[in-house]
């Protein structure tokens, strides 16, 4: 498993790369009449999306979830609702994966 500390920075890295990403794409709308997604399809990211999903044993798509579509809180339930956590920071993420989601 990788160290919480490596996750954790790769996680921000990645949040910082996305938002320079987002400032192109923008500065491209400013000049073009299309819609510009700069670094949609960047391999780099891919492959590192993937190295820290098989670290993790991540098989139900948390990090992407936690990366791309969280909700605001950044809360996640049990089946039952029974068991609440929040997942707003990295070291949160690595805690639930590592725990919770092992076998």
């Known amino acids: 498993m990788i160290s919480k500390k490596t996750f954790c920075h790769a996680l921000e890295m990645i949040r910082e790369q996305g938002e320079l990403n987002n400032?192109?794409?923008?500065?491209l709308q400013l000049v073009g009449d299309?819609?510009?997604?700069?670094?949609?399809?960047?391999?780099?990211l891919s492959a590192?999306?993937?190295?820290?999903?098989?670290?993790?044993?991540?098989?139900?798509g948390y990090i992407e979830w936690w990366l791309y579509e969280a909700t605001p809180d950044y809360k996640v339930w049990s089946e039952?609702?029974?068991?609440?956590?929040?997942?707003?920071?990295?070291?949160?993420?690595y805690d639930y994966l590592a725990e919770e989601c092992q076998d």
């Open 34 to 44: 299309g819609f510009y997604l700069f670094g949609s399809k960047d391999k780099y």
């Open 48 to 60: 590192l999306l993937e190295v820290l999903q098989e670290a993790m044993d991540d098989r139900y």
């Open 80 to 93: 039952d609702e029974g068991r609440e956590w929040c997942l707003k920071e990295p070291e949160a993420l």
């Open 23 to 27: 400032q192109v794409s923008e500065a």
